[in-house]
């Protein structure tokens, strides 16, 4: 794999996706924060990745998992303080791990300054200029300006006490900025300076194509004229450090051109591939979309980006053991079966085939571990707005968040110090003790050592990470591809046994191969070609 100390390091990294809540507690109060994190470098510098992306570490009230940020330049007094988190930088980086953070520019937390004020002032300030305050429809403006709806269910307008209304695409507590106000642009333009003047590797940015928007004329709200502006001049911002930072987009987009505008070389490093993570557990389905990746990010000369889960989906444990193996946000529905044994055997596959993929990787945490998706539980103690603005038809995105189990036969299996005077804010599962770190680590076979082991062959071998990919002949039901004249992965995604291609050595397989060499169902094999 190239180099990691090269300017472009986002185009080949193994990155590792922190929700800071649910990593590591450090002072006992069962929220996970930055003293836990800091504590658990040494595992992810074991682990073999090269960066981490922490989900927003902001003051907020936590309407929405975080992502109702209160205060762009300071960190939530749960989590730590703003030295912490430069400590924290200041660490990572003595470790060999670059740090991403989040920046979410669309909305923030109706408690932010910003807003309070909006709320304060008459309508027509400039106050609430910086955000889309509208009067409503009816004979006293009664109805909300349009029928548009929010992506978590419900109107997308919510009145306040002088009668009119304010947009908020997501849920009432988060309020969208007008992105056509030149003080919201400068604002963004010095919150990106802020967190990459101490020492930020890079920049995921939350629903990054939605900020553009006139929600009277249009209820599209998506990829609209004037958002490449924006980003533009944000390359701008970020082209002025030394090494390079990355700015990385949380792009959903089903035109694939209008994604890699996006990737232009003025504009975002890279974009998640959304794609991919969503597709099912069948061959022909994955192959697709893999070229289609490849050809997008093609023209644009940017790397792709592979990633089987993250904070808001299923986790592919649960996912793949269904039978509807493929990820939608509005097919989600509560108890649906899944054979986690199954879910299992597929995740390990899906693992190797995504880690020798060309391009960057992302893994979320847990994943490493096997963690299955935690569906059973309480009501009460769902705090995911998915899950109550649908009426708890959707099960919200909770189960994925659970505090990660670290040692011990009982909860909190570490995550917490012994002398915890506080509970996990999520409950974990009993079982989770025989998927915690220390019971995995050094476990031939273990799911953790399968990762561990994968990670140390992408980062050594110069085949992986960015570069080519060819596919090989194989069965309908296999995807064989090689990165180089040596290197090949070979995936079955079947229900019968696949003969591998010519081979010297098999470096590393999901599951032991059968007696007479051939690769199981549901399992994947990283090869040295003959």
């Known amino acids: 794999m190239a180099d990691q100390t ?83 930088i200041e660490e990572a980086h003595a470790a060999g791990i670059r740090v991403i953070c989040d920046i979410v520019p669309n909305h923030c937390s109706d408690q932010h300054a910003w807003f309070q004020k909006a709320l304060a002032a008459p309508s027509g300030s400039p106050e609430r200029d910086l955000f889309w305050f509208r009067k409503g429809r009816g004979e006293h403006g009664e109805l909300p300006p349009t029928d548009l709806q929010s992506i978590f269910g419900g109107p997308a307008w919510t009145r306040v006490a002088d009668g009119e209304w304010y947009l908020h695409l997501f849920a009432p507590e988060q309020p969208d900025f007008n992105w056509d106000h030149p003080a919201v642009r400068a604002e963004f333009e010095d ?85 991919f993570l969503g597709a099912p557990w069948e061959a022909d389905k994955l192959r697709y979309e893999i070229d ?100 708890g038809v959707d099960p919200g995105r909770d189960g994925c968040r659970v505090p990660l189990p670290w040692s011990g036969s009982t909860a909190p ?25 220390a019971a995995q680590q050094g476990v031939q076979g273990s799911f953790l050592e399968l990762y561990c082991e994968a990670l140390r062959i992408r980062r050594e071998d110069p085949a992986l990470g960015d570069g080519p990919m060819r596919w090989l002949e194989s069965e309908p039901h296999v995807l064989a591809f090689a990165r180089d004249d040596s290197f090949a992965n070979v995936t079955n995604l079947g229900t019968e046994a696949a003969v591998l291609p010519p081979h010297r050595e098999v470096l590393l397989s999901s599951v032991p191969l059968n007696e007479d060499g051939t690769l199981p169902p549901d399992a994947s094999a990283w090869i040295r070609l003959a």
């Open 413 to 437: 299996f570490g995550f917490s110090p012994s002398d915890a005077t506080g509970t996990p804010w999520l409950p974990q599962p009993a079982h989770w003790a025989e998927l915690s770190v």
């Open 191 to 275: 919150i990106l300076r802020f967190w990459l003047d101490r020492g930020i590797d890079g920049i995921r940015i939350d629903s990054a194509a939605v900020l553009i928007k006139d929600p009277l004329v249009s209820d599209t709200y998506e990829d609209n004229d004037g958002i490449h502006e924006v980003y533009q001049s944000w390359r701008r911002i970020a082209d002025t450090y030394s090494p390079s930072r990355a700015l990385i987009g949380e792009v959903w987009l089903p035109d694939h051109e209008a994604f890699a505008r996006y990737l232009r070389p003025d504009e975002l490093h890279t974009a998640f591939n959304f794609a």
């Open 6 to 88: 090269h300017q472009a390091w986002w185009r080949s990294a193994a990155i590792y996706q922190v929700y800071l809540r649910s990593f590591a507690d450090g002072n006992g109060d069962g929220v996970g924060d930055l003293a836990g994190l800091r504590s658990r470098l040494p595992y992810l510098a074991g682990l073999g990745i090269d960066a981490i992306w922490i989900v927003p570490w902001y003051p907020s009230p936590l309407a929405d998992g975080g992502y109702d940020v209160a205060d762009f330049r300071a960190i939530d007094p749960i989590f730590g303080t703003l030295a912490e988190a430069e400590k924290l």
């Open 292 to 391: 289609m990746t490849l050809e997008v990010h093609a023209p644009v000369a940017a790397p792709a980006t592979w990633v089987l889960s993250n904070h808001d989906v299923t986790r592919e444990v649960t996912r793949f053991g269904r039978e509807v193996t493929n990820f939608a946000f509005a097919d989600k529905r509560r108890d649906v079966p899944s054979d986690l044994a199954l879910g299992t055997r597929r995740a390990r596959a899906a693992a190797l085939l995504t880690m020798s993929l060309p391009g960057a990787y992302y893994l979320y945490q847990g994943e490493e571990l096997g963690l299955e998706e935690v569906e059973d539980l309480d009501d009460a103690l769902r705090e995911d707005p998915m899950f109550h603005r649908s009426g």
